[in-house]
């Protein structure tokens, strides 16, 4: 059994560029790049078409899954952000104490 009063704050344990954000109450980590650089849809139109792109890890893994990709995501789509997340109970976010909070309609 694991006490979680003894555990390494995950702030403490997280890297420079980490971020934290609160959803449905549990505390996640996850990192952001973004680029300036956008590409437009048309010359003529002076709107820029921007794709955000979220990065979930697999089974087992946390952020660092996409740590050597994780900056080029935004130029090879075309500008915006690309985040990646530790899912809950991965990495430094945050682990639920009841099996409830594990199931798929909460992980939407």
């Given amino acids: 059994l694991i006490e979680f009063r003894r555990m390494l704050p995950p702030q403490r344990a997280a890297d420079p560029d980490s971020l934290f954000a609160s959803v449905k109450g549990i505390n996640v980590h996850y ?5 300036d650089f956008v590409t437009t849809s ?5 709107s820029s ?5 979220v990065l979930v890890h ?3 893994a946390n952020t660092g899954s996409w740590e050597s990709v994780l900056p080029w995501v935004p130029y090879r789509i075309g500008g915006g952000a690309a ?7 991965f990495g430094l976010t945050q682990r639920p104490r009841h099996l409830e909070a594990y199931k798929l309609s ?3």
Wanted: proline share 4%; hydrophobic share 20%.
């Fill in 31 to 35: 990192k952001r790049e973004s680029s």
């Fill in 42 to 46: 048309s010359s003529s139109s002076s």
């Fill in 49 to 53: 078409s921007v794709v955000d792109t």
């Fill in 58 to 60: 697999g089974f087992g």
């Fill in 83 to 89: 985040t990646a997340l530790d899912l809950p109970g």
């Fill in 106 to 108: 909460n992980s939407g």
